[in-house]
């Protein structure tokens, strides 16, 4: 299974963003998929995730209720609206897919792969 994120950039502080990952390979369309961040100096962090189906999310107490993830297996991709951001959000994203179809999965080493990552900057 392979990963590309994209969407990300360099938005004021209150802004919103939306990071795509679509996935290609065999049964990638059932993976679980997952939002993680890394700031420099910091180690890398959960913020989203969804599970294979769809009908499980789960967020890290820090972006819920602006973040959004969603999914839409016909088009093997996943989402990430990211709202209300904030200057803390700054960091590159990475999505994650996991094999699991009911699970939500929101450790890093639930995930078998990982996209390349893509940049997050929020201004003041």
């Known amino acids: 299974v392979q990963l590309q994120a994209s969407g990300g950039g360099l938005v004021q502080a209150g802004g919103s963003l939306r990071l795509s990952c679509t996935a290609s390979?065999?049964?990638?369309?059932?993976?679980?998929m997952g939002w993680f961040r890394q700031a420099p100096g910091r180690e890398r962090e959960f913020v989203a995730a969804?599970?294979?189906?769809?009908?499980?999310?789960y967020y890290a107490d820090s972006v819920k209720g602006r973040f959004a993830i969603s999914r839409d297996n016909a088009k093997n991709t996943a989402s990430l609206q990211m709202n209300s951001l904030k200057p803390e959000d700054t960091a590159v994203y990475y999505c994650?897919?996991?094999?699991?179809?009911?699970?939500?999965?929101?450790?890093?080493?639930?995930?078998?792969?990982w996209g390349q990552g893509t940049q997050v900057t929020v201004s003041s």
């Open positions: 969804i599970s294979g189906s769809g009908g499980s999310a």
């Open positions: 994650a897919a996991g094999n699991s179809w009911r699970a939500v999965l929101t450790t890093r080493g639930s995930y078998d792969y």
């Open positions: 390979g065999r049964g990638s369309s059932s993976y679980a």
